[in-house]
């Protein structure tokens, strides 16, 4: 069975930083390109990064670029976002989703971040 | 980026009605649309991908079909568990989702 447990989010600062963290079982991780979704309370979804199965390949929406990094270890089947200079718009609930051609196949069961003073 | 626009926003339906959510691109999405379906509390879970291919353990009564800019999801027969929110996806380019269909029992 595939499973993603996401962890690491929490109340932080404007400007300060927070790294999420994706732990994935139940399937051969290496294998898969990786994903982070969020969604703002009450609001919809949104594409955050991408990263190929070796890692080497990134992607980001605007708004995160130069602020957030997606990086991997296959090595330990897990999954990170590193989030710097966070901003109160980047209050969400962060998603990890496992990529193939069908999309967003599988998905963990979120970590809530909150940038607040 | 492409914008997703689906409709209606709110839906309230009777069991065993047939119900039809639509979602519609900015652009030509070679059918490239996915759905979603997320239930209060829940993480969001693929129905559908590339328009019209069921995943895998999603009931026959869900059904996707569309072209170019405009994406049907169809669920035959509503059932009490079929209450959720419903957002579409393309995946054309960088991905980008609508604002969702909630889904209430009349």
């Known amino acids: 069975e595939v499973q993603l447990v996401e962890s690491g989010g929490g109340l932080v600062q404007p400007g300060r930083s927070l790294k999420l963290s994706c732990a994935a079982s139940?399937?051969?991780?290496?294998?898969?390109?990786m994903a982070w979704v969020c969604q703002a309370p009450t609001k919809g979804l949104e594409w955050v990064a991408s990263?190929?199965?070796?890692?080497?390949?990134?992607y980001y929406r605007d708004s995160v670029k130069g602020r957030f990094t997606i990086s991997r270890d296959n090595a330990k089947n897990t999954l990170y976002l590193q989030m710097d200079s966070l901003r109160s718009e980047d209050t969400a609930t962060y998603y990890c989703?496992?990529?193939?051609?069908?999309?967003?196949?599988?998905w963990g069961q979120g970590t809530l971040v909150t940038v607040s003073s | 980026d492409i914008q997703m626009t689906q409709s209606p926003s709110f839906l309230s339906a009777s069991v065993g009605e047939r119900v039809t959510l639509s979602c519609r691109a900015s652009q030509n999405i070679n059918k490239y649309l996915d759905w979603y379906q997320q239930k209060l509390g829940e993480a969001p879970k693929l129905l559908i991908y590339?328009?019209?291919n069921l995943h895998t353990g999603i009931p026959s009564r869900f059904s996707g079909s569309g072209s170019g800019t405009d994406y049907t999801l169809t669920i035959s027969s509503l059932q009490p568990e079929d209450v959720a929110t419903y957002f579409c996806?393309?995946?054309?380019?960088?991905?980008?989702f609508g604002a969702g269909t909630k889904l209430e029992l009349k």
């Open positions: 996806l393309q995946r054309n380019s960088w991905p980008t």
């Open positions: 990263i190929s199965t070796g890692g080497g390949n990134t």
């Open positions: 139940g399937f051969t991780f290496s294998n898969y390109g």
């Open positions: 989703a496992r990529l193939t051609t069908e999309g967003f196949a599988y």
């Open positions: 590339n328009t019209n």
